[in-house]
């Protein structure tokens, strides 16, 4: 818990001087504060809780918590410059959906885990026992269960695609219709 405040801090130290300070510099310069009133929590304060959410999210992954760091630094700016009302309390949401709309952004384009190389598959093929299984000709069962040409169940046994793939189409059906001929004339003479 100790480790997750400490990631926090420079970046709650940030939106807690731009969030406190800035008020304080209109109302020090003595520029109408109400004419920047808009351009404060409309564009300056979304934004610095978006750019610190992009960089905590970028380098340390999504996290809702952080999420809540831009909006509870404004409750004492709130209190302090404007009060209680129903539009300050729209600004916390706003503020709220700012840091998690950073968050995903920094987490989407800036991760570290996007960079890293893609781990190799461990695919073992044996490619020749496959060729040797795939041109094998049938043969007939004659009612013997020991037959060794057999794969058992339990094995991934592909019969279909490879009777049809692309290069052995004609062949495979060639084979395919004798084989039928074959059983169809033993069912007619057994008759």
Known sequence: ???TVK???PYAVV???VYMLTPLFFVFTG???QDFTPVLYDIVFPLTAIISSLIYGGKYGIDFFFSLVAPIIYIPSMLIYNGISAGNIIFVAIYLVSSIFGLFLGD???SK???MPEPELDVDLDIEEYEGDRHRKPTADNGNKNNSNKKP???DNDDFFDNYSVGDYKKSSTNAEDEIDKILNEIHGKK
């Open 1 to 3: 818990m100790l480790s």
């Open 7 to 9: 990631k926090y801090v």
């Open 15 to 17: 939106i807690l001087l």
């Open 31 to 33: 520029a109408a504060y």
């Open 108 to 110: 989407m384009f800036f």
């Open 113 to 115: 885990k996007r960079n």
């Open 153 to 155: 169940l339990s094995e």
